[in-house]
């Protein structure tokens, strides 16, 4: 199983981007994929989740409002998109997947993309 993100760069503050996670091996529809993200310095935080069924998605609340989680099954993709972006969102995002109900913990999920890098400059 792999899991490929992509879809960082560099931006300004309130501009956007769309972050992808592709999978092989893997279905996605039958996993809750999240993002996470790690700032220098910091551990990793938990940021969005879709559950397995599709039918429910969670944020924290620092992005609500501004990110959206997706899914596109006929692609097995997962999508961040992140609007108004700011510069405390400057991160390494990584997109994960698991066999739970949804959860912002770390430790419940499997599988790990390798991380894809934002940086929001003000």
């Known amino acids: 199983v792999q899991l490929q993100a992509s879809g960082g760069g560099m931006v300004q503050a309130g501009g956007y981007l769309r972050l992808s996670c592709a999978a092989s091996r893997l279905t996605f529809s039958t996993y809750t994929t999240a993002w996470f993200r790690q700032a220098p310095g910091k551990e990793r935080e938990f940021v969005a989740f879709i559950s397995l069924s599709g039918g429910s998605t969670y944020y924290v609340d620092s992005v609500k409002g501004r990110f959206t989680i997706s899914s596109d099954n006929a692609r097995n993709t997962v999508y961040l998109q992140m609007n108004s972006l700011k510069p405390e969102d400057t991160a390494v995002y990584y997109c994960?997947?698991?066999?739970?109900?949804?959860?912002?913990?770390?430790?419940?999920?499997?599988?790990w993309g390798q991380g894809t890098l934002v940086t929001v400059s003000s």
């Open positions: 994960a997947a698991g066999r739970v109900t949804g959860t912002t913990s770390r430790a419940r999920y499997t599988y």
